[in-house]
T-cell receptor, first 113, second 113 residues
Framework: KNQVEQSPQSLIILEGKNCTLQCNYTVSPFSNLRWYKQDTGRGPVSLTIMTFSENTKSNGRYTATLDADTKQSSLHITASQLSDSASYIC????????????FGSGTRLLVRP | DSGVTQTPKHLITATGQRVTLRCSPR?????VYWYQQSLDQGLQFLIQ???????AKGNILERFSAQQFPDLHSELNLSSLELGDSALYFC????????????FGPGTRLTVL
C-alpha cells in the first residue's frame, strides 16, 4: 500500500481560478512533508517543506497546510496561471534510519486559458 | 537552473547493454540521491550517497549500482538492461543527509530498445 496518497489524480481548471490538491499519508513518525512541482520531462522543484510542528507555509501563490493529527496535507494554488500546469508531488520523509523520501504519485494539473 | 547537472540528457541503447549515468551535485552539496521515474509513474528512490559513502538504499535492482567519487560527482551504472528500465533517471543533491531541500537535476532519459 502506498504510504502517500494524492488526490485528485488529475485536474483541469480555468486560468485565474483557485484549486486545492490533497495528500494523505500513513508514514509515522515523519520528519517533514514537502510539495514539489514537476514540469513534464523536467526535474521536480521544491515549493514548500514543513516539519510536523508547522501548520502552514506559503511560497507566493502556493500555500501548503499540514494536519499531523489526521495525517493530511493540502496545497492551495491561488489565481492560477498557465505556467502552473504541471504535476504536483507530495513527499514525506520518515524518521527511520533509512532517511529516504516517500513520494506520492502526483496530481497532474492543467490550467486552461 | 538547480545547479545540479546530469549527463547525458538522452540515451538510447539495446537490451542487455550497460550504461553509465553521471551526476554533478551543486557546489558544496555532499549528498546525492538517485531516482527513477517510469512513464506516468511517481519517482522511485534508488540510492543515496553522502560524502562518498552509501547512506541509504531504496528500490534499486541488483543490476544497478552507483558510486560517489572524491570530487562528489556520482555515477549510476545500469547493466543487463531490459525494456522496463526505460525511464527518466534523476539525480538530486542536498547540503547534508536529511532534512534539507533536495535540488534535482534535469534528468537523463533512457530508452532501451
Amino acid at each position: 500500500k502506498n504510504q502517500v496518497e494524492q488526490s485528485p489524480q488529475s485536474l483541469i481548471i480555468l486560468e485565474g481560478k483557485n484549486c486545492t490538491l490533497q495528500c494523505n499519508y500513513t508514514v509515522s513518525p515523519f520528519s517533514n512533508l514537502r510539495w514539489y512541482k514537476q514540469d513534464t520531462g523536467r526535474g521536480p522543484v521544491s515549493l514548500t517543506i514543513m516539519t510536523f510542528s508547522e501548520n502552514t507555509k506559503s511560497n507566493g501563490r502556493y500555500t501548503a497546510t499540514l494536519d499531523a493529527d489526521t495525517k493530511q496535507s493540502s496545497l492551495h494554488i491561488t489565481a492560477s496561471q498557465l505556467s502552473d500546469s504541471a504535476s504536483y508531488i507530495c513527499v514525506v520523509r520518515g524518521m527511520d534510519s533509512s532517511y529516504k523520501l516517500i513520494f506520492g504519485s502526483g496530481t497532474r494539473l492543467l490550467v486552461r486559458p | 537552473d538547480s545547479g545540479v547537472t546530469q549527463t547525458p540528457k538522452h540515451l538510447i541503447t539495446a537490451t542487455g547493454q550497460r550504461v553509465t549515468l553521471r551526476c554533478s551535485p551543486r557546489s558544496g552539496d555532499l549528498s546525492v540521491y538517485w531516482y527513477q521515474q517510469s512513464l506516468d509513474q511517481g519517482l522511485q528512490f534508488l540510492i543515496q550517497y553522502y560524502n562518498g559513502e552509501e547512506r541509504a538504499k531504496g528500490n534499486i535492482l541488483e543490476r544497478f549500482s552507483a558510486q560517489q567519487f572524491p570530487d562528489l560527482h556520482s555515477e549510476l551504472n545500469l547493466s543487463s538492461l531490459e525494456l522496463g528500465d526505460s525511464a527518466l533517471y534523476f539525480c538530486a543533491s542536498t547540503t547534508a543527509g536529511g532534512d534539507n531541500e533536495q535540488f534535482f537535476g534535469p534528468g537523463t532519459r533512457l530508452t532501451v530498445l
